[in-house]
């Protein structure tokens, strides 16, 4: 879809693409100088202290368990300019005005110019993706890595460099699955996208791009296979920490125990009554979280793990739905921080540096963020039925509602956020632009034109 040939022009002169990137620099640097030499949520903390860490032993803690790519960077970062968070959130600020060009990229190759603009534009002024780039967090990195690979992907699949550029979207998804493991069901999603293509080739290109993905995660696996002795590709979480609400339920209280409580009280005795001491043996296994525990072939705690696993599945089940639905939320709803209670108890227990007064929580913080978001979710609508009926574009519109929906259903295992969601909302707004093109066509009664023809820019 594009509007008229002079704009074509314009685009193609790239001052377009300077001015958005400029753009959305400015956006991204003032608000950063806006937030105060502090720690604003706990995972900024966190991932501070293991860079750290990793600068002065040039390793990784030996307790980490998390996903090793953002700390990494942040301790690259750390060697080259030293340990200040404005540096960092500069720098974060410079890969998010990477990003409206790349979107703009995107959006010019699906739908012509009109859409390339519109789109970058939308993302300089998205008030989740500024807000994202001043936050020590892995979502602008993964936002990158994710947009580069679509660019990769819609490569003219008929051209003689089309495989190679398969193989780099493997190579960068599986990258972005090592600074969030939820990524990996991108990978996933992708491939069942080449896969459905109606081009020669199919499953060549299906190959190669599983196989680069695993490329990229083989390195860490085996790193996690030597560590723990055992296969893990990207987190050796326990389940607990990935999934919360999976903990085990506490162990009722039995009547052999609560005869004994009363007794106890009875007699005035703080001491346990006494029972018969069963012999340990040094091959008694240790207690592990759930999932992790060694196969046990006592018959009764198997059926204690069955009862618990199936009482976390059911659990899971009817929670899904309503994390899925929370992944779209139009404002944030499950940011723990924003009660003052949490940010005092961190920084008694972690440091003073956690920020004391933060005004994100404010109601224009929010009527802002539901603005936004609901209109782009509304034209995103409208350009999903316009590119729905031009049979040309299905190709371009199934991947983006695959990546949506591989973020979507793999939180939706352990908590919908809208922080979560900003790595795949370059493609709602690329439906959001394609939308809002749509209505201005319909409006003026403008006649969508074939895009140009795609280059490499």
């Known amino acids: 879809m594009s509007t008229q040939a002079n704009s074509d022009a314009f685009f193609c002169d790239r001052k377009v693409l300077l001015l958005i990137f400029l753009a959305a620099l400015l956006i991204r640097v003032v608000f950063v100088f806006t937030l105060k030499d502090g ?12 860079a750290s860490h990793v600068v002065e032993h040039g390793t990784l803690p030996e307790s980490f368990d998390r996903s090793p790519l953002f ?29 409206a060009v790349q979107i703009a990229l995107i ?35 993964l936002a990158c890595l994710m947009t580069s690979a679509v660019l990769c992907l819609l490569e003219k699949p008929d051209g003689p460099a089309y495989v190679a550029w398969v193989a780099l979207a493997g190579l960068l998804l599986g990258a972005s699955t090592l600074a969030k493991p939820m990524a990996f069901a991108s990978i996933i999603f992708v491939a069942f996208w080449l896969l459905m293509q109606k081009t020669p080739g199919r499953l060549l290109l299906t190959s190669v791009f599983l196989s680069t993905a695993l490329m ?9 296979a030597v560590k723990h002795g055992k296969f893990i590709p990207v987190e050796s979480r326990a389940l ?29 005795d703080s001491a346990p009554v006494t029972r018969p001491k069963v012999e340990e043996t040094s091959d008694k296994p240790e207690h592990k979280p759930l999932g992790q525990a060694k196969h046990n072939n006592n018959p009764v705690t198997q059926g204690t793990t069955n009862n618990e696993l199936l009482a976390m599945f059911t659990q899971m089940a009817k929670r899904y739905p309503g994390e899925f639905l929370s992944f779209f939320e139009v404002y944030p709803t499950r940011v723990g921080f924003l009660n003052q209670a949490h940010r005092e108890k961190a920084r008694r227990k972690k440091t003073e540096r956690f920020v004391r007064y933060i005004p994100f929580g404010s109601d224009l913080v929010m009527s802002v963020s539901m603005l936004s978001v609901g209109s782009l979710y509304f034209f995103a609508v409208v350009g999903i039925g316009s590119m729905w ?17 591989s973020f979507a259903l793999s939180y939706a295992l352990s908590w919908g956020k809208i922080r979560y969601r900003v790595p795949v909302d370059p493609y709602i707004i690329l439906l959001s632009a394609w939308g809002i093109v749509a209505c201005w066509n319909k409006v003026f009664n403008k006649e969508p034109t074939t895009p140009p023809p795609q280059d490499a820019t």
């Open 389 to 405: 009926r031009e049979r040309e574009k299905r190709r371009e519109l199934s991947l983006f509602i695959l990546l949506v929906l």
């Open 107 to 141: 959006g010019r190759r699906i739908g012509g110019s009109f859409v390339g603009i519109i789109a970058g534009t939308l993302w300089t002024i998205y008030p989740m993706g500024v807000f994202m780039s001043g936050i020590l967090y892995p979502a602008i990195i």
């Open 216 to 224: 990229s995660l083989l390195p860490w696996t085996l790193h996690n």
């Open 39 to 50: 720690f604003y949520f706990s995972d900024e903390f966190n991932y501070t202290v293991i």
């Open 71 to 99: 700390p990494i960077f942040v301790a690259g970062l750390f060697k080259l300019g030293g340990e200040s968070l404005l540096y960092i959130r500069v720098v974060q600020a410079i890969i998010g005005a990477i990003v």
């Open 240 to 268: 607990e920490k990935l999934v919360p609400w999976a903990k085990q339920p506490k162990a009722p209280v039995t009547a052999d125990k609560r005869k004994q409580r009363q007794l106890r009280q009875a007699t005035g």
